[in-house]
């Protein structure tokens, strides 16, 4: 089966029923990791069975090495904390990451003491500033995944209650030959009501803090960015016309089932048999996506052919029915004569030659 590997942003792990249709055509994806050590300790994850399966890969451009304690300390420190930490955190993280110089000496000692204690500093400054701003980076990373995965545990566990009480007041009916529901769009509809948005100047923090740690140090240089979040995508799309003067190519939109699988077993279940059933389909969109990163005169590109449009919604259809799994838009940008790692501001990147794409799957958008 022909794949193309693809770097996911700004997010850094896989925890989302919402994220795993992204397997169905990238199962060659990527990510960042703030550490180089899981920051929830030997609790399993999702995403550690999509790694031993082979669907993902992680990375950390800049290993932590002998501070890897602390910083898995303190993020500890953090998760068991009920002081609203996100508030706290989320402002202490970013003080020195922003643009303005207006932070007094008091608050810049605060931050510094906070992460690292003076006596662990170097004495230079910049290298001062710079190992600081890569530890907020990473724990601004790392608290906006426990968050994240956070709020889904809460909302599953509604829907497993949820679904608990349903049984329950039919049973108190007299209705126990009822079938138990298999519309798992409406679990995770019910998910998506119990998760608040992470709003427009979160995701700006989160893909400053994911771009200084991505920079710091190469990381297998992808063809493709890869993203669940419309807002980050903006940003990347504001960046380019603003940097270029010109605006990304949107040579396509397909879609994918919004949800495939409430736990990875399901979900492994249902990617592996869609590859099994569909690596025709999934050849042809690899190839058409490389003709397009590799197309010198993007403007006049023919993306995908109506018969390849018609095939695929017809096996997604066959294996996943839209009235049970609905759709989410999943939307091509292709960017001229740049790379990944110049769009994302690593010139010093190895550039890969010809255009860089990006993929949206917009799973906060219209269920169907």
Known sequence: MNTLNSLYFPGTTIYSISQYPLFLLFPGLHLLSPAESSIHGDVPQAIDSFIESGLCRKHTPSPLG??????IHLVNDIKNRKDDYRSQLSALTLAAMSESSGNDESSSGKIISSLLGAEHLPAENKKKEKLLKLWQARLLLAIGEMVDYEEEEIALQLVVTNFEENELFRKLQGKDDLPADDYPIRDLAFVRDHISPPGQDNTKKRMQAWKLLYREKPVPAEPLLLTTCRDAADLILESFEKNRKKTAVHPAQLSLPAVIGLNTEDTLSAI???????????????????????????????????????????????????????????????????????????DNHADIQGNSLMVVADTAGNLV
Do not use: V
Not at 299 to 328: D, M, N, V, W, Y
């Open 272 to 346: 592996n048999n869609f590859h099994k059933n569909s690596s025709d389909i999934i050849s042809i969109f690899t190839d058409t996506l490389t003709q397009l990163k590799d197309d010198g005169n993007l403007q006049k590109s023919a993306c995908f052919e109506p018969e390849f449009c018609r095939s695929l919604e017809q096996l997604l259809e066959t294996q996943f029915p839209a009235e049970k799994h609905g759709r989410i838009p999943l939307s091509i940008y292709s960017f001229p004569n740049i790379s990944c790692s110049s769009l994302l501001g690593a």
């Open 66 to 71: 002998n501070d890897l304690g602390r910083f």
